[in-house]
């Protein structure tokens, strides 16, 4: 068999969606499973809802999801994406080759004449397909047309590669993914293939793309299926060899409506900037369609190109359940080590003034308040108290329910007297802390968990956080006493 080559070919009408990056990584890792090539394709024939951003945006994001193609125009040393606006002296040869053949014609309709035709069909009830008013003109007519000024759009003669190559009007074919697959071929109007401006259309230019590139495997989403059969006829109709076909589920919301940004973050750039790590979602958009032979769902991506076999992915569609990524997230991220996860978060801590902490300090901030982030960006509203020096944000309810109860008071009035003589470390405060709390349950009964809440409520303005001893020694002796003092009345 000759060489597996697949392809992901993105409009860039919008940032990369997570459900073309599935579509990639499927595509990746059929290439990765066969010893394959992987190509990347931008599919920008329809210029008024492409921009640059979007192209560099499916650009970056692929590569930061490390789904690195494996040929392109060389770009400063890289791989550059294919794109098809830089292929449009290519597209018309084979356009030429189709009317030659009989297999396209030159239509003429202007777009109210087609309109008329729509209107037609909705008033009757029936579904439109184009009327083929220009499938037989004779050559004088055309002249005449053209002389009024019309420029004809290419159409694809359905019917006849149909019947060239086929014995009934049905098209049959096997896929990948949801195994075979027909479409009576006269319900499909006769489409147009080139603009009258001279641009090609996505269902001509992908066909001519995946010929000249020998793709081997087409793996997308099943929102191309109706596509499909124009595509077969135009491989036929030019004599190329058809490739295999693999139309993936649909990717659906919790509440199976088409996942859109209502539900939450859609562009793996937005994931990324809420925090999520590019590994994570990776392996998560794997499993939405695919399961692992032995059931366990954290994998790298090896791991999950070794045991990916494309026919085991489900045909239906998939819930993208955000909860269940952001778990995933949380594995992730308890997997970074702290002198990497450092530098991660700095990204999400701006609004802190980080020059107040000293490496060290930074380090055990980090260590002390990692276990809990889900998302990156956690860790923003995880850690205003390590800042401020002798001042902190106390929580309204805190104050009141906490920070003003006879008992915290009481607390925060001994600590500040005890505490001044203590040896700031963590191994003696411990200690001196462990006494503290025996010593007023011994003599008036306060539960520890009470006595450690006034100290937290106090420096932190929180009854939650990190561990109290680490906190403590971060902000340093001064700072921690100058926080509970402020707190006494
Ligand atoms: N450009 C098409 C899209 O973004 C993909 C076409 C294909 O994979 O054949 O939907």
Known sequence: MSEVRVRIAPSPSGNLHVGTARTALFNYLFAKKNNGKFVLRIEDTDAERTSQEYVDNIFDSLKALGLNWDE????????????????????????????????????????????????EATRNKKPYVYTRKCENLTEEEKAKLRAEGRKPAIRFNIAKAQKAFHESSILEFDDLVKGKLHMDTDLIGDFVIMKSNGAPTYNYAVVIDDALMHITHVIRGEDHISNTYKQILIFEALGFEVPRFGHLGMILAPDRSKLSKRHGATAVSDFVEQ??????????????????????????????????????ISSSNSIFEYDKLKWMNSQYIKKIPTEELKEMLKKYLTKYDLTELTDAQYTRMIEITREPLTLLSDITDAVPYFFGG?????????QTNTIETELSQDVLKTFVEQAETWEWTEE?????????????????????????????AAVTGRTC?????????????????????KALK
Request: aromatic share 12%.
């Open 428 to 456: 003696n405060l411990h200690e001196k802390l462990e006494a503290f709390r025996g010593y007023f349950k011994e003599q008036k009964g306060y539960k520890p968990k009470f006595t450690m809440w006034a100290i937290r």
């Open 390 to 398: 002798k001042n902190v944000e106390i929580d309204p309810e805190v």
């Open 275 to 312: 925090g999520y790590l590019t590994d994570a979602l990776l392996n998560f958009v794997a499993l939405l369609g695919w399961a692992p032979s032995d059931g366990e769902e954290i994998k790298t991506v090896d791991e999950i190109a070794a045991d990916f076999r494309i026919g085991e």
């Open 465 to 485: 956080g990190a561990d109290m001893v680490a906190t403590l020694v971060i902000l340093g002796k001064e700072n921690s006493l100058a926080r509970a003092k």
């Open 72 to 119: 392109g125009p060389d770009v400063g040393g890289n791989y550059g994406p294919y794109t098809q606006s830089e292929r449009f002296d290519i597209y018309p040869k084979y356009i030429q080759e189709l009317l030659d053949k009989g297999f396209a014609y030159e239509c003429f309709c202007t777009p109210e004449e087609l309109e008329a035709e729509k209107e």
